[in-house]
């Protein structure tokens, strides 16, 4: 006989690829509710909205270090989420890197990324810590951004935005030719990290546990 779905769910181990069956807490539902409500646009890009952040609130469902704070799908999706990773900063004039515990992001996604590539700056916007000092960070129109390469293709999972922001703090993935033309922000960071390579990762942790997350072991 078929084991009850209850069942299965306790003995399953939930991983990135299962963020639109991870169970919601109640609050996120209704959260998810509120935002369809207020969502405006064509049938498809209002399904979009939804979906994008339904796998968002599946990931801090199984994430312990990624957390949303806020967010509006009036138009475009902007979603506000911390993410616990060392964030290198070192303010003009310092001597030596200092590394922050986390950073708070803003997560944009305009309509015009379900027709075609956008540049990559243009979906992660970080709010804080001040002068970070990565080479793929920089000032656009007087906000701090995360490049995430030349481009980031149509269609790009705001999930994979998030995941990449983790590699990118963590510099697990790095980018420090300030020649590369694929998402260096900050040549000056780049020189910095070329001469202190043995600082590199900040951090080896990976983003979730490998085994997976099980039931218990879900974010309330």
């Not at 920089?138 to 293709?153: D, I, K, S, T």
């Amino acid at each position: 006989m078929p084991e009850p779905d209850s069942r299965r769910d306790e003995a399953r181990a939930w991983r990135l690829s299962d963020l639109d069956v991870v169970p919601l807490a109640e609050a996120q539902q209704r959260g998810l509710d509120r935002l369809d409500e207020a969502s405006l646009g064509p049938a498809t890009w209002r399904a979009r909205k939804r979906s994008e952040m339904r796998k968002l609130f599946g990931l801090e469902r199984i994430a312990p270090r990624f957390t949303v704070l806020a967010a509006d799908a009036a138009t475009e999706l902007r979603v506000v989420v911390s993410l616990a990773t060392p964030v290198p900063c070192m303010e003009p004039g310092a001597l030596d890197l200092r590394v922050e515990p986390g950073a708070e992001l803003a997560l944009l996604y305009p309509e015009e990324i379900l027709r075609g590539p956008l540049p990559g700056y243009a979906i992660v916007e970080v709010l804080s810590p001040e002068h970070v000092f990565h080479a793929n960070v920089g000032r656009a129109a007087g906000v701090q951004r995360l490049c995430l390469g030349a481009n980031v293709a149509r269609g790009f999972p705001l999930v994979e935005a998030v995941l990449a922001a983790y590699q990118a703090f963590s510099m697990q993935s790095v980018a420090i030719d300030e020649l590369d033309p694929a998402g260096v922000m900050n040549p000056e960071a780049a020189r910095w990290w070329q001469g202190h390579t043995p600082r590199i990762p900040l951090s080896a942790e990976p983003f979730l546990p490998r085994a997976g997350v099980h039931r218990s072991e879900l974010r309330p």
